[in-house]
């Protein structure tokens, strides 16, 4: 019944979106059924069949194929709830549901819009939405019902048995395809009206929206990779994290070319190949990840028609934009002259730092894919690569990045401004030497990340005090000034936090037995007991580490090591203590004998990766909910 | 046209991914055709061995599965269609899984295989490059792998193993 109520819910939606793309023909004529009540019905109808889907793992429905691969009825509720998109097919119905709830918030809430252009530019996102449920129907539709009903399910890797699944996607799906809209957007003004400061007015809420949330949605999963998967780290440059890490590269030299077009009236077809490459690379990002061309998905072979399928519409909106642009390109008035000492400069200076950093970690994940066709070797391409560039890349942005807001547009004087950033430069500075003289064991690049990140810090709050008249003017601040002040200031935090994560960080890997002792930094770790545990559907061991500094008792920390029996897969639950300026870490490993094997880290003012990146996101939403309040 | 450059390179992209997507199949050939079957030693289902010494002159199907794998349900009958048009040994291969819903499994389904390889740690299926299962190894009289399978033995894979089981005998 379920799956019957599904299914429909899916080809009206998809006859719908179908509808209100043929729209386009005469977008001034008055319909029976107007795109703001198609757009509300095929939200109704992908809504719907989501619910479905979610009642279906909730009740535990094994007759629906997706249903039986991913679930148990001993799984607990809330990751019933959230293997709905641990999953392709789910994870993919969550992917139209995002792209057709921002087609919803336009058509409702976007008041700024005339009828014709929001017509055609809700008959674009409609394509979108349209080609996804074919791909949908066709190839991985989550709805299959099997025959006979298995008695019980195969579970849901435990790895995603976790809170961070519950939050993680869902983020980055409204980051990734938040920015369908603005391609939508951006189509749409090819046809009726054209690229000024209104157009750019106009896409900015929306990026910043999708920037904002792909900013928390990859950190949520920076941070659950860090503690549940048990190795310590934050990052890895594997292909799945860098395919989101691309459209968010994308999006920040988006958000701010968007700014020297809103007040310059220039940079228009940058702009406009900045927001086609925006959503381009959320498609290929979901590309690279749904179709398992680089990372081997183990259980089951993957069926290669979904790869092929997706592909094709990657290649159908990238090749149809980037035609567009190029037909159309002349028609596209710019104004010139430029200062390379004002803030259109540093914004420009920004975009091809960003740009070209995109490229390099494009260039990197899709490598080994060229490689193995040319050669037939295969190869990874790994952190020292992508950790080298991006350092190298980034740097100079950051020098940058801390005085570019204090700068005017179109000229400013370099001897006043270089005057101001004396006192900045004490500070840092001395910021750095306070470093030096604390834990001076690291090695200098740690320094210059210091610095950077002291340099950035700085410069914006200095930046915040000179146009606030010293706090003064507080009352009327502008919040799009304050959401680019925390996202700033968010980014030197976390600057800061990478560069004491992985140059500072002090690592043990030790066999203890019970009543044995670890030494880390100026804690001792007391490993006290060892006890069995069992969950509700796994089963495992639980280590007690009471930790101590200077003799001093500071708290019990239990990692743990479960095995979930219907998958035979062992996970790892590090224990944290985190003090805000650094973490002790401990992941617990296979017994030898009677003894454990444990990995212990000491890293200092990793919390501030976290903290740094949702000030980001504050800062992002704060913006956002400035300039699209201002107008409704 | 101005930006000839950047779609003349979206599509040289856009055709290698093709390529990466379809890859699969060439090089898993190319890694293992033509070359002696890899290290096995197993615990058979029957409590003996399932060893290198069990692949001398005949020609053997050695097939991955588990109880699991959606996929291997689907299979199953294929396997008995093939024995039906060509006796052929087969082995069966069972990659990490549970005994009991082994036994549960070849009980509701039927066992076509003439031995049964228990390799639980997934150690085998590393030594022979399997990377999703079900995949199946044809091996010729002298024990050198001569055809590969990735995912799913159907009615057209069966036509390919038939015409190189043929020219095996020869």
New interface residues.
Partial sequence: MVAIIGNISLIFATLLSFYQFLNIRNINKIRVLNPDRNISLQFFFILTAFFCLMFAYVVSDFSI?NVY?NSHTAKPLLYKITGVWGNHEGSMLLWVLVLVFFGFLISRYDKRLDLPYKTLTLSFQSLITFVFLLFILLSSNPFIVISPTPVNG?DLNPLLQDPGLAFHPPNLYIGYVGLSIVFSFTIARFYKGSFDASWAKLIKPWVLLSWSFLTLGISLGSWWAYYELGWGGFWFWDPVENASLMPWLCATALLHSTLVLEKRNTLKKWTILLAFLSFSFSLIGT?LVR?G?IT???????D?TR??FI?MI??FF??SS??L???K??SIKEEKLISPISKEGTIIFNNLLMVALLLTIFIGT?YP??L??FT?N?ISVGPPYFNLTSTLIMGPGILIMSFAPMINWKKDDLIGLLSRLKIILFLSLLVTFIFFYINFKGPIIALVGIFLAAWLFFGTLFNFFEKTKYLKKLKNLNKTFLGMTVAHLGVAIFIAGITGSTLWKVEKIKTLKVGEKVLLNNYSLNFDKIKKIRGKNYIGHEAEFNLYKKNKFIKTLKPQKRFYPVQ?FPTTEAAIYSRGISDIYIAMSEPIGNSWIFRFHYSPLTPWIWIGSIMAFIGGILSFSHRIFKRI | MRYTGLIIITAFIFVCLFFGLNKEDQTLKSAFLNKPIPEINLNSLKKDKLDQSDFKNEIILVNFFASWCVPCIVEHDFLFELKKQKPIKIYGINYKDNIKNLEIWLEKLGNPYSKIGIDKTGITGINWGVNGIPESFLIDQNGIIKHKVTGVINEKQIKILLTKIESLEK
Avoid at chain 1, 296 to 302: D, K, L, P, Y
């Fill in positions: 194929l691969q195969l590309f179709s061309i081997s998905v183990h259980s089951f072979a993957s290669p790869g092929v592909l990657c290649a990238i090749f980037f035609i642009l190029a037909k390109a002349g899709i894919i060229f193995e066709i037939g295969q035979e």
